[in-house]
């Protein structure tokens, strides 16, 4: 069963200085935080604050490149994790065909977030993730590090 995710915010981590994108289930009770690189973070920050650059960012411009073609972002699911590594896909619609392509967790948040299409992620997903290190790394969070977002 898919699980509707919405983006929380974007952290960095206190201890390794890397961006964290944080998803909560849309029932509240799952948090998903997923550590992505800073210029992901960024893009994933730009989409969420409304910003738009003066130039087209990868994420604008791959969204103008779908839009073009004649396909439409239908939502994006983070499907799976390996060696702790996230996975996900992007599906895309046209004419009645569902295409699916594999993606970084952080590029199918930007797109998605650009396009205004949900972000799921699956039971298993959540089930597996990070456990006992993410509470720790909760733990270590002090409210300051939410910025102005509810989290």
Not at 46 to 61: N, Q, Y
Not at 135 to 149: A, I, M, S, V
């Amino acid at each position: 069963m898919d699980i509707k995710l919405n983006v929380q915010g974007v952290l960095t981590d206190p201890k390794t200085e890397t961006q964290v994108v944080l998803l909560r289930a849309e029932d509240g009770q799952e948090v998903l935080p997923i550590w992505v690189g800073a210029i992901e973070g960024g893009a994933i920050k730009f989409a969420l604050e409304g910003i738009l650059p003066a130039r087209p960012m990868t994420h604008d411009l791959l969204k103008s490149m779908i839009d073009h073609l004649g396909f439409r972002v239908q939502k994006v699911i983070i499907t799976e994790i390996k060696n702790n590594t996230y996975y996900a896909l992007i599906y895309l619609e046209s004419g009645g065909s569902l295409l699916s392509i594999d993606s970084r967790p952080s590029d199918a948040i930007a797109l998605a977030l650009r396009t205004h299409v949900p972000i799921y992620t699956t039971d298993e997903v959540l089930k597996q993730k990070a456990g006992d290190s993410l509470d720790t790394w909760l733990e270590r969070l002090n409210p300051k590090d939410f910025g102005d977002k509810n989290v």
